[in-house]
């Protein structure tokens, strides 16, 4: 008599529970890091906006503040504050740098930690 054996096919509960696990981490990352990517796209288009504005190398510093901060409130956006922005201003030369991070809580100890760098100049060096 001859038999053939079936080899079992197919995934383990275990196996089903650790891949599983692994998307819902994936898909919390995504959830809790996207707004923040979202926010400094933001900061990116006022500091692009500012840039285009005319005669703005012209401005004193609190106006340029003032400029920028109006943007930031238009657009909700709360993790830049004055501190991190810093304003270079001399005959017709402007430039703006905003330095900052976002930290996020993802669940229990784990957070995220962001960085961003921006910086615009505007007329001659």
């Not at 080899?7 to 509960?13: E, F, P, R, S």
């Not at 900061?43 to 920028?68: F, P, Q």
């Not at 330095?99 to 960085?115: C, E, G, I, P, R």
């Amino acid at each position: 008599m001859h038999t053939t054996y079936k080899k079992q096919q197919g995934i383990t509960l275990i196996s089903l529970i650790f891949i599983l696990g692994l998307i819902a981490f994936f898909t919390l990352l995504v959830l809790k890091v996207s707004p923040i990517y979202m926010n400094h796209s933001k900061v990116v288009h006022a500091l692009e906006t500012l840039k285009n504005r005319t005669d703005i190398e012209k401005k004193s510093k609190r106006e340029v503040w003032i400029s920028l901060n109006k943007q930031f409130d238009m657009n909700y956006i709360y993790d830049v504050k004055k501190k991190h922005v810093k304003i270079t201003s001399r005959a017709n030369y402007l430039k703006v740098q905003i330095v900052y991070h976002t930290k996020v809580l993802l669940f229990a100890n784990l957070s995220v930690w962001v960085d961003f760098d921006n910086s615009i100049e505007v007329g001659p060096k």
